[in-house]
C-alpha cells in the first residue's frame, strides 16, 4: 500500500483563505483542496489516530509519575507552601511542617558526624594566616565540601600586609638608669607571642599600671590626680580586646603597653588594629589588582604593644613605686604593689623594643553554596575564622568544623528532596587572627550588592569557651528568632530541659544572660556596622572564670576538653542545633524571622537616657523634639509594615519577596548615609564608632558644659536624626505613602 502523508491547517479564519490537505497519493503528489471544502479523513484512519493520541496520552501519565521528581519544602510556621507562576510547570513540593523538618535535620546531624575527629584534625598544630599549613587547611575544607556535591564551591583570595616578628632582631624588654645603661633584662616570654600592627621602634619611660585598660580605669586614675601621659602602661588581658586596651592608653597619652596574662604563664596573642579588615587598604578590598590608596585605617596604633608573660609581669610590678595598688585592681595571686608611673628606683626606666615587620600574604576564603529555590538571589551567610596562630583548638578549630558539619548536614537534607527558599552560603575566612581581614575585605569587594543579596550573618567564631551559660551577640533583629531556637534545643548540662528552661533556672531575667552586643573586633560585628547585615554569633562560656587558653599555644582539643569536663563534642553539637535550626529558619521561612520592629524599644531605651540631658541642651538652644519625632516615624512605619504583611496574599511569590527586601535591608538603613565608608567604616549609628553615633553623642552630652561644642553637637544630633529619618522612610515604601511630621 502506498506510504500516506497528511497536512494540517490550523490557521483558517476566513472562507477565502486556502485549506490545505494532501488526498490519498504517492508521497510528494499533494494536491490543494477547491475553495470552500473541507478536509476528510477515512474513518480507517480516524480510529488510527485516535488509538495512537490515547497511547501517547497514557504513556505521558505513566512517564510522569514515574520520574516525578519529589521536592520538599516547608513553612517553618506551619502554613501552606507557596507556589510561584515561574514554577507552574513543575510539580507540587511535599509539604513539611516544623517539626517534621526539625526532625530531619537533626536526623542526619547525628548520623555520620565526626565533630571530635574533625576537630582534632584542623586544630592538631599552629597554623597562621600565609603558613603552608593553612593553606593545606584551606585545600581540605575545598575538597571536603565539593565531596558533599554542593551546588558551588570557589576560593577567594586576597593580599594583604601582615605583619610578623623579625626572624633576626627580636622585641626587648628591659630596664634602663639615667645613662641608657641596661640594668635588667626582662625577658618577655615566647619570642613568637607579639601584637600585629604595633607601632615599631623604641620607648622609655615609668610605667603604670592600669587595670584592664578600660575607659572608666583611666577616669578612675584622673580621679585620684595620677597622670599616665609620656609612660608606659601594663595592663592585664580581659573584658576588652587587645585593640581597645592600646586604643584607650593612646587616648590617655602612653608611649607603650604591656599587656600579662594574670592566671597563666603563657602569653597571650592578640593583633591591636583598632578596626577589622586589611588596615593598610581602609575601605578599599585587598584584591591584587587594587590600586590602594595612599593612607592608612585611623585604627593602627601610633605607640607600641607587646605581650609578656606572668612571671615578667611580677617582676615589674614588683618594681612600680608611689601608692599601693586599689584593691579591687589587684592582679590575681600578686602580692600588693605600686601604681607607677616611678619605679623604686626614680632614675630607673622601662625601655620597650618592637622589631615586627610587614610582609604581604595571600588570604583564602573557602566559599561552598546551596542555591534556595524561591529567592536564590538571597544569601543566608555562616562562616568561622579558620587561620589561628596557635593550634586555635577553641579559637578556629570548633567553628571550622560546625560549618564544616553544618554544609554537610543541609545538603544531605536537599540532595534527599529538601529545598531553602534562599540560598545559604558557608564560608571558612582567613586572616582572623589579624582583625577579621578574610570576612571584611570580601564585604568591602561586594559591598555595592550585598546588602541587596545578603539576608543575614551567622558567625560560629569562637563558638566554645566553656559548658555552663549558652550566649548569643547579636544584632536586635534577632532577638525572637533566638529565642524560638533555643526552646528546642536540649541543654548539654540537663538533658532533660531546654537551653531556654536551663537559663530561666539560672535566674529570672534569662535575656539579660543569654543576649549581649555584638563585639568590636570580630567578623559578626564587620558585616553589621560595616555592610548593614544582620549578624548573630552562638557560643557557649564559662561562668566566672574564662577560658584562659584562648590565643596561646595551649589552645588544643585536651586542654578545651579538660575545661569543658569532657563535654567538649556534647556542647559543640548544641552550638550546631542553636546555629542550624536558626539556618533553617532563616532560610526557609516564607517571610524573613528578623524582628525589624525591635528598633523601636532600643531607640525608646536610648531616648529615655538622653533625657537627662534636656537642661543642658537647652542651654543652648537645642532640643531632641526632631528626635523623638524621628522614633515615632520609624515605629509608625514599622507597624504598617506588619500591617501590610497581615492582610497581604503570602502565597503569592512576588509580594512575599517584595516583604522580604524591605526587612533584610533593615540593618542597613541603620547606616548612615552622611559618613565617608572609608574615614568611618562603622556607619551604623547605634552600633558603629566615630561622630554620628548614638554612643557620641551621649559622651560629648556627658562632659562639662564648658568642654561641649555646640557646632559638633549640632552636627551629631543632625546626623544621627536625620539617619533615623531615612530608615524610617524606606520602611514605609514608596515616595507617596511617606508622611512628613516634621
Not at 576 to 602: N, R, T, W
Not at 644 to 658: C, G, L, P, R, T
Request: net charge negative; glycine share 8%.
Amino acid at each position: 500500500m502506498p506510504s500516506q502523508s497528511y497536512s494540517i491547517y490550523r490557521g483558517v479564519e476566513e472562507e477565502d483563505e486556502a485549506e490545505l490537505h494532501t488526498e490519498d497519493a504517492p508521497q510528494g503528489n499533494q494536491k490543494t483542496n477547491p475553495k470552500g471544502s473541507r478536509f476528510r479523513i477515512s474513518p480507517q484512519y480516524q480510529k488510527l489516530i485516535i488509538a495512537i493520541t490515547v497511547s501517547a496520552f497514557a504513556a505521558f501519565i505513566l512517564g510522569y509519575l514515574s520520574t516525578r521528581r519529589t521536592c520538599t519544602t516547608c513553612d517553618i510556621n506551619g502554613g501552606d507552601s507557596t507556589s510561584d507562576e515561574s514554577y507552574e510547570e513543575e510539580p507540587e513540593p511535599i509539604r513539611m511542617d516544623w517539626s517534621d523538618l526539625k526532625d530531619l535535620f537533626t536526623k542526619y546531624l547525628k548520623d555520620g558526624g565526626q565533630i571530635e575527629k574533625t576537630i582534632r584534625k584542623v586544630s592538631r598544630t599552629a597554623h597562621p594566616a600565609g603558613s603552608p599549613e593553612n593553606e593545606e587547611l584551606a585545600d581540605y575544607i575545598l575538597q571536603t565540601f565539593q565531596s558533599y556535591n554542593m551546588d558551588h564551591t570557589w576560593v577567594a583570595s586576597h593580599f594583604a600586609e601582615l605583619q610578623f616578628p623579625h626572624k633576626s632582631r627580636p622585641n626587648t624588654l628591659k630596664i634602663i638608669d639615667g645613662s641608657n645603661v641596661t640594668v635588667e633584662q626582662i625577658p618577655i616570654g615566647d619570642p613568637d607571642v607579639y601584637c600585629p600592627y604595633s607601632a615599631t621602634g623604641e620607648v622609655q619611660g615609668g610605667l603604670m599600671y592600669v587595670n584592664y585598660g578600660r575607659p572608666e580605669d583611666y577616669k578612675e586614675l584622673q580621679s585620684w590626680n595620677i597622670k599616665v601621659g609620656g609612660s608606659l602602661v601594663i595592663v592585664r588581658t580581659g573584658l576588652i580586646s587587645f585593640a581597645e586596651k592600646v586604643h584607650n592608653a593612646e587616648e590617655a597619652g602612653a608611649v607603650g603597653v604591656l599587656i600579662f596574662p594574670d592566671s597563666e604563664e603563657t602569653p597571650v596573642y592578640g593583633h591591636v588594629h583598632f578596626g577589622t579588615g586589611d588596615p593598610n587598604t581602609p575601605g578599599f578590598p585587598s584584591f591584587n589588582h587594587t590600586q590602594f590608596p595612599p593612607f592608612k585605617s585611623s585604627g593602627l596604633p601610633k605607640i607600641l604593644a607587646q605581650p609578656i608573660s606572668l612571671s615578667s609581669a611580677r617582676t615589674l610590678l614588683s618594681k612600680l613605686g608611689n601608692s599601693t595598688v586599689f584593691e579591687k585592681w589587684r592582679a590575681a595571686d600578686f602580692p600588693s604593689h605600686g601604681m607607677g608611673p616611678a619605679l623604686t628606683r626614680a632614675d630607673h626606666k622601662i625601655h620597650l623594643g618592637v622589631t615586627n615587620v610587614a610582609c604581604g600574604v595571600e588570604l583564602h576564603n573557602v566559599f561552598g553554596s546551596i542555591t534556595g529555590r524561591y529567592e536564590p538571589e538571597h544569601y543566608i551567610v555562616v562562616g568561622a575564622q579558620r587561620d589561628s596562630w596557635g593550634p586555635g583548638a577553641a579559637k578556629s578549630g570548633v567553628g571550622t568544623t560546625l560549618v564544616l558539619e553544618l554544609a554537610r548536614t543541609l545538603t544531605m537534607m536537599v540532595h534527599n528532596g529538601f529545598q531553602p527558599r534562599r540560598s545559604i552560603l558557608f564560608v571558612s575566612w582567613d586572616g582572623g587572627d589579624f582583625g577579621s581581614i578574610g570576612a571584611t575585605e570580601w564585604l568591602e569587594g561586594y559591598l555595592s550588592m550585598l546588602h541587596l543579596k545578603a539576608a543575614a550573618y551567622l558567625s560560629l567564631d569562637t563558638p566554645l569557651l566553656g559548658d555552663e551559660n549558652f550566649q548569643a551577640k547579636t544584632s536586635p533583629l534577632f532577638n525572637s528568632l533566638i529565642e524560638n531556637v533555643i526552646k528546642q534545643v536540649h541543654s548539654p548540662l540537663q538533658s532533660q530541659q531546654s537551653i531556654y528552661d536551663y537559663m530561666r533556672l539560672k535566674g529570672s531575667n534569662w535575656k539579660a544572660q543569654v543576649i549581649a552586643p555584638l563585639q568590636k573586633d570580630t567578623s559578626a560585628f564587620a558585616f553589621t556596622a560595616f555592610a548593614g547585615v544582620p549578624a548573630l554569633e552562638f557560643s557557649f562560656v564559662e561562668g566566672s572564670v574564662p577560658y584562659k587558653f584562648l590565643d596561646t599555644k595551649r589552645d588544643t582539643y585536651e586542654n578545651l576538653n579538660e575545661v569543658m569536663h569532657g563535654r567538649l563534642p556534647t556542647v559543640a553539637l548544641s552550638v550546631a542545633e542553636a546555629a542550624g535550626l536558626s539556618l533553617i529558619k532563616l532560610s526557609h521561612d516564607h517571610i524573613l524571622p528578623l524582628d525589624y520592629a525591635a528598633y523601636s524599644d532600643v531607640l525608646l531605651k536610648h531616648l529615655v537616657n538622653l533625657q537627662k540631658y534636656q537642661k543642658k541642651l537647652k542651654s543652648r538652644g537645642l532640643t531632641l523634639d526632631w528626635l523623638y519625632s524621628a522614633r515615632g516615624d520609624y515605629t509608625r512605619a514599622t507597624q504598617r509594615l506588619k500591617k501590610a504583611i497581615i492582610q497581604s496574599d503570602i502565597h503569592n511569590e512576588k509580594v512575599i519577596q517584595f516583604f522580604n527586601v524591605q526587612i533584610m535591608r533593615v540593618e542597613f538603613y541603620f547606616l548612615s548615609q552622611y559618613v565617608s565608608a572609608i574615614s568611618s567604616p562603622y556607619r551604623h549609628i547605634l552600633l558603629g564608632r566615630g561622630e554620628h553615633t548614638l554612643e557620641a553623642l551621649m559622651e560629648h552630652l556627658s562632659q562639662d558644659q564648658n568642654d561641649i561644642n555646640d557646632s559638633d553637637l549640632r552636627k551629631q544630633i543632625a546626623l544621627f536624626t536625620w539617619t533615623l529619618v531615612g530608615a524610617a522612610n524606606a520602611l514605609n515604601g514608596e515616595v507617596w505613602e511617606v508622611q512628613r511630621s516634621f
